[in-house]
């Protein structure tokens, strides 16, 4: 009985990651609390990058996040002139590597994908990247993880 739980529990093991896990952008469309950064996303063509193998960290913007940028202003970014800004600002969110919550002790610095170096620390066991707090973290993915955060990430001057 024992041989026919531990080769059902292997054959889980092997097939429902890739039932249960999407990548990166199937994970922020089933959430449906990232229409704005889908969106963005999308616009960008940075969607298609987070489709591939990775690994990656996303620090993704929950929709409110987006209220603090005027509506002028995220429409504007959505133009095709605007495209490398808005891939810019996008590439402050995205990292090369797969970095959870628990490796995360005191503060580190680390290159997004855009080059900038960003800031990310855990005070009092909240984690926060830049001026912006994890809300929830470690969302594993096929290619990654996800936290999401309450803000979009805006250069540090």
């Given at each position: 009985m024992k041989k026919i739980y531990l080769t059902l529990s292997l054959v889980i093991m092997m097939f429902i990651p890739s039932i249960t896990f999407g990548?990166?952008?199937?994970?922020?469309?089933?959430a449906g609390k990232f229409n704005k950064l889908n969106e963005t996303l999308a616009k960008s063509g940075l969607n298609e990058n987070l489709k591939s193998a990775g690994p990656f960290t996303v620090f993704a913007p929950l929709d409110d996040a987006f209220a603090a940028i005027s509506a002028k202003t995220y429409y504007g970014l959505l133009r095709e002139e605007n495209k490398a800004k808005l891939t810019n600002i996008l590439g402050r969110h995205v990292f090369s590597e797969k970095i959870t919550s628990s490796e995360i002790d005191t503060e580190v610095k680390i290159k997004a994908i855009n080059g900038e170096e960003i800031t990310i620390k855990k005070v009092n066991g909240i984690v926060y990247?830049?001026?912006?707090?994890?809300?929830?973290?470690?969302?594993?993915v096929s290619n990654g993880v996800i936290h999401y955060i309450n803000r979009v990430l805006q250069p540090l001057k």
């Open positions: 990548n990166v952008i199937d994970k922020l469309n089933e990247i830049n001026e912006a707090e994890v809300v929830t973290a470690d969302v594993e």
